[in-house]
């Protein structure tokens, strides 16, 4: 939708371009009168008697010309004013269009469009570039558990989490690299956000970029340029490389995924291509009965999104990880 209204803008200006030059180019066309010779001797007769008149009273040849360059600077700032009033298009007795009102009005109104549609869909992917992963059309592997898993202890690893940023250049050992795999690292980037969450938890003192993850998920074969993330499994091998797992569940309600992570353990969870453009992968840091916690490394940066936003893009796709320690 937003490309569709910066395309509107763009053809809208452009006519409204070729528009005004035409009409100036008529504004400069002299008009043909007729000329006629009648009375011609009459004329300089009464034009000489005139000009004796005005040097009578002290009104030379400047005096003229002042007067004329009074008229025409009256007359070019009235062009200015009517290509600026927008009221001219509903007065019937203006014969020139307002082309630059036109054009700021409809600067306005393309642009509060852009505003009005971020601010009622802060979440469509329509807004975004589409961030490709297979994986995320994928079901959990066999391994995923009957019910939903119970932790009793509580762990803080959720309470450090921090974003990262996949379209930071930052993220990436060279340009190349960015320009590569940047719009199809979700899954790499929110394995980084956890494992440097869980390290940040542990005081390793060991953090990762974007690179490093991938470097490994790519070398498993688990990744690709094109299509993201290949199979969910992909998680297990990539994260195990970490000395982390993946629990999956099987099945889980929101309530389900709000438990286990306010109880502080982060879950790696999707929104499929057939819910979101392209499929997105992400991380589950908690919620309340209203709304969930979430932490995103795309464009959008979804921080809080409320329960039945959240039911119309993710399918069920969840994946909790743990240390083995």
Request: net charge positive; glycine share 8%; proline share 5%.
């Amino acid at each position: 939708m937003i490309i569709f209204l910066l395309t509107l803008l763009a053809v809208a200006l452009v006519v409204i371009f070729v528009g005004f030059l035409l009409s100036a180019k008529s504004a400069h066309t002299p008009e043909q009168s007729g000329i006629s010779y009648a009375g011609r001797i009459e004329r300089t007769e009464r034009y000489t008697k005139s000009r004796r008149a005005y040097g009578s009273y002290g009104y030379g040849t400047t005096g003229r010309a002042v007067r004329a360059s009074r008229g025409l600077e009256k007359r070019s700032g009235s062009n200015v004013a009517a290509l600026v009033d927008v009221r001219g298009l509903f007065s019937p007795h203006v014969h020139q269009t307002p082309w630059l009102g036109l054009a700021l009005v409809l600067g306005v109104l393309c642009l509060s469009g852009v505003l009005l549609f971020r601010v009622w869909l802060p979440g469509s992917p329509v807004l975004i570039d589409a961030y490709p992963d297979a994986a995320a059309s994928t079901p959990p592997p066999t391994s995923a558990t009957t019910k939903p898993a119970t932790f009793t202890e509580t762990i803080g690893v959720t309470k450090a989490l921090e974003r990262i940023n996949q379209l930071d250049p930052q993220q990436y050992n060279t340009s190349q690299e960015f320009n590569t795999w940047a719009y199809s690292t979700c899954s790499a980037a929110s394995m980084t956000e956890i494992v440097n969450a869980y390290n940040r938890y542990y005081n390793t003192g060991k953090q990762y970029r974007i690179t490093d993850i991938l470097k490994v998920e790519a070398g498993l074969n688990e990744i690709s340029p094109e299509l993201g993330l290949l199979r969910s499994t992909g998680l297990d091998h990539t994260l195990a490389q970490f000395n982390l797992q993946v629990q999956w569940l099987n099945n889980p309600s929101v309530d389900d995924l709000v438990k286990v992570a306010n109880g502080g353990r982060p879950i790696i969870i999707d929104f499929p291509p057939d819910r979101w453009d392209g499929g997105h992968i992400l991380v589950f840091r908690g919620g309340n009965n209203t709304s969930v916690y979430l932490t995103d490394s795309s464009r959008l940066n979804m921080q809080v999104m409320a329960r039945p936003t959240f039911l119309k893009y993710w399918a069920g796709f969840a994946a909790v990880v743990t240390s083995k320690k």
